[in-house]
C-alpha cells in the first residue's frame, strides 16, 4: 500500500529511532562481550549483538526505501552504550545478563509502542518491527536463564533516561 506523507514521515521518524536503538543494543552487548568472564556469556552477548546488526540493516534498508536517513548522532549513542557495556561487564556476567534482561524488556516495549504508533499500512515497517521483538525476548530470555542479576530500580530507571534521550533526539535528527 502506498503510504501517505505524513505516514511515511513518521514512519522514518520510528524507524531511524529503532535503527539507533538496535546501534545501542550493539554497542552495550560488544562493550559486555569484551570483558566477559567466561567463554559462554562471550558468546551469548556476541551472539545477541549479531542479530541487533541483521536489526540495524533491516532498519537502514527500510530508512532508504521511505527516502529517510539514519540519525546522525548514533556514533555518539554507540560510544556512551559501549561504555556502559564495558562498565556493566566489568562488575560481572550476572550483571551483564541483567543489563542484557533489561535493555531487552525495555527494547520489547518501546517496539510495542512503535507497533501502535506506525501505520497499519506500513505493512513492511511493522514486519520488521515484529520481527526484532521477537528477537529481542528471546535475547531477554536467554539472557534469564543464564543467571541475569536482578537490576536495582535506580539502574532501570538510569536506563530509561538514557533510552529517553536517545528517542527523543533521534526522533528528530
Known amino acids: ?37 567466561s567463554v559462554t556469556t562471550r558468546e551469548l552477548l556476541r551472539s545477541a549483538a549479531d ?20 540519525s546522525v548522532l548514533a556514533p555518539f549513542f554507540y560510544a556512551g552504550s559501549f561504555g556502559l557495556g564495558v562498565a556493566s561487564g566489568l562488575l560481572g556476567d550476572r550483571w551483564s545478563m541483567g543489563f542484557l534482561v533489561e535493555t531487552e524488556r525495555q527494547v520489547e516495549a518501546h517496539l510495542h509502542q512503535h507497533l501502535t504508533l506506525i501505520s497499519p499500512q506500513d505493512q513492511t515497517s511493522r514486519a520488521i518491527l515484529e520481527a526484532m521483538r521477537e528477537d529481542e525476548i528471546r535475547h531477554g530470555q536467554s539472557g534469564s536463564e543464564h543467571g541475569a542479576a536482578p537490576l536495582p530500580a535506580a539502574v532501570k530507571a538510569t536506563m530509561k533516561v538514557f533510552s529517553g534521550a536517545m528517542t527523543r533526539s533521534t526522533y528528530w535528527v
Open 51 to 70: 542479530e541487533e546488526r541483521d536489526h540495524l540493516a533491516w532498519c537502514e534498508a527500510r530508512l532508504n526505501s521511505l527516502g529517510g536517513k539514519v
Open 1 to 37: 500500500m502506498t503510504l501517505t506523507n505524513d505516514e511515511a514521515a513518521e514512519s522514518i521518524r520510528l524507524m531511524r529511532v529503532n535503527h539507533c536503538g538496535e546501534v545501542c543494543a550493539q554497542a552495550l552487548y560488544q562493550g559486555q562481550a569484551l570483558v566477559a568472564n
